[in-house]
């Protein structure tokens, strides 16, 4: 199993956020947190990094209790909505971060730094752009460091907050492909925050749909489309382009199968 | 006929150019370039010789360092300490803060001249403090570090200014970032919120420099004023003032001029380096 999130409660002052919150990701799959703003969502992700407390509950990754492990401890790899990249370090220290702040016993040579940042950057399609500083970006470049920079440390568990928000719609698209081709190359445990119907069927091999502090369904985009466990869920899909969604299984290739159908 | 003066790419779209640079070189001119160039015009009348008779005189030559390396002295002090009071007024919260924020603007109200006989007071060999300090052999009052003394407390709002919104701003994200990749805080600290607050920091104590160098009336309380131990520039040159040799006090004045000229020109380059490529 992934990541399993067992009776997961958090309150900020009166405000319920997540109300008994259990469900289970599976490992090696594209996760995604669905549901409109001020859902919980995006809190349920700061709990499962550790950057967030929760008031009670549990949280384990491949069976291992991270409850009360801090988030530098529990090796996740979290991609913020704006990117929070290190403005004063260009794409090369950006990316080698996260090796560079290991302790000295296990912190790889130089060469290795060298040499795993380089194949990131290459993962990531940056070639060339290693000694730019983020601001000569562009937004869709800036995700990709983002990215690169958080599988730098070999997180067991890819985390990304509103991944493709911040970025305008056509790039938000490739992009989105992208990321769902790379992630059949790395095939890591990869959970993430989206309001975005579209991006959440396109991308995803299971949805979480969530909605004030509660789960109202999970599962893959397929059964939650045809079969809407509940009003909410048949409402808040209802409204997307094409509400029938047929996708072939993975290739072997990994290549997404862009036939969905409309009605 | 076009304006010789490039936009900024994608500012400066905003109607009113002409007028506002119009209005700021007028204000600039009335108020720094025409009274300093006045002062520059005014010592050019003398022979190269004459000038430089005048600057390399030991005792004018004892004062620049003095001045120089007391007012460095304190910018570096008020660099650690400066940053350190803006971090705590902008990262915590406590009983008394408002308090705490309101003091550091007073170097800026108090008069000079009272703060000056205050720390002089305070810090002489039967004050308050001096009290304390003497047994260990330290004695703050009427000496040359009374001259750092009285430099840094005129200058710690500067540097305390300009950092605090800085470090105030700056975005959690970051902080979660590194720590989400595995760094304690001294690390997150060293490498991610310190180069970002750098440049402000030497910004504010490039001020606080400048501000030392020129400062007068706190000084002449708690220094002893003693040429070539505590004697000051701005003194000096108010001594050849009350001694009617007005072209002595142009020629130091500008002397001092042109080097914090230098010394601001160079800081600003060094801002502009260490800011490459941060904007956005």
């Known amino acids: 199993m992934g990541i399993e999130i067992r009776n997961i409660n958090k309150k900020f002052g009166n405000f319920v956020a997540l109300s008994d919150i259990s469900i289970a990701i599976p490992k090696g799959e594209i996760t995604a947190l669905l549901g409109p703003s001020g859902c919980g969502k995006t809190t349920l992700l700061r709990i499962i990094a550790g950057l967030e407390t929760p008031d009670s509950g549990v949280i384990k990754f491949s069976g291992e209790d991270q409850t009360n492990k801090r988030v530098k401890d529990r090796k996740v790899g979290f991609v913020f909505q704006h990117y929070a990249l290190f403005r004063h370090m260009n794409v090369f220290e950006n990316i080698a971060f996260g090796l560079r702040v290991r302790p000295r016993k296990i912190r790889p040579d130089r060469k290795a730094i060298h040499e795993s940042v380089m194949r990131l950057v290459a993962l990531v399609q940056l070639e060339g752009y290693v000694n730019r500083f983020p601001s000569e970006l562009s937004g869709g470049q800036r995700q990709r460091v983002a990215l690169a920079r958080a599988l730098a440390v070999e997180p067991s568990v890819l985390l990304l907050d509103e991944p493709f928000g911040a970025l305008d719609a056509k790039v938000r698209k490739e992009l989105r492909r992208w990321l769902r081709r790379l992630h059949d190359e790395i095939h890591v445990t990869s959970v993430f925050v989206t309001h975005d119907q579209d991006e959440a069927l396109e991308v995803s091999d299971t949805i979480v749909i969530v909605n004030k502090g509660k789960i109202e369904q999970a599962g893959s985009p397929e059964a939650v489309c045809d079969f809407p466990a509940n009003p909410f869920v048949a409402d808040f899909l209802s409204d997307i382009n094409r509400p029938i969604v047929t996708r072939k299984k993975k290739t072997l290739a990994g290549v997404i199968n862009d036939d969905r159908q409309g009605i | ?280």
């Open chain 2, 1 to 280: 006929m076009r304006f010789p003066f490039k936009l900024r790419n994608g500012k400066g779209k905003m109607p009113g150019f002409g007028l506002s640079m119009g209005l700021s070189l007028s204000y600039l001119s009335f108020l720094i370039l025409i009274p300093i160039s006045s002062l520059v015009v005014y010592a050019a009348k003398m022979p190269l010789k004459d000038y430089f008779g005048i600057i390399l005189d030991e005792r004018v030559v004892a004062a620049f360092k003095i001045s120089f390396f007391s007012a460095i002295a304190a910018a570096l002090v008020n660099f650690v300490f400066g940053f350190i009071i803006a971090w705590v007024l902008a990262r915590y919260d406590f009983v008394g803060k408002r308090i705490v924020d309101a003091c550091v603007d007073l170097p800026f109200a108090v008069p000079t001249a009272v703060a000056g006989i205050s720390l002089a007071t305070v810090f002489s060999a039967n004050g308050l403090l001096g009290k304390i300090l003497l047994p260990f052999g330290i004695s703050l009052g009427y000496s040359t570090a009374g001259i750092v003394l009285a430099l840094i407390f005129i200058g710690l709002p500067f540097v305390v200014r300009t950092v605090q919104p800085i470090i105030e701003e700056s975005d959690a994200a970051l902080e979660e970032a590194a720590a989400s990749l595995g760094a304690n805080w001294f690390q997150i600290f060293v490498k991610v919120i310190f180069p970002a607050v750098l440049p402000a920091l030497v910004t504010g104590a490039t001020m606080a420099f400048a501000r030392g160098l020129g400062e007068y009336g706190s000084v002449i309380f708690i220094s002893s004023n003693m040429p070539y131990v505590s004697e000051i520039v701005p003194l000096l040159i108010i001594k050849k003032l009350m001694q009617f040799d007005y072209l002595g006090a142009s020629a130091i004045g500008v002397t001092m001029l042109i080097i914090a000229f230098i010394m601001m020109f160079v800081t600003n380059i060094l801002q502009k380096y260490m800011l490459k490529g941060r904007q956005s």
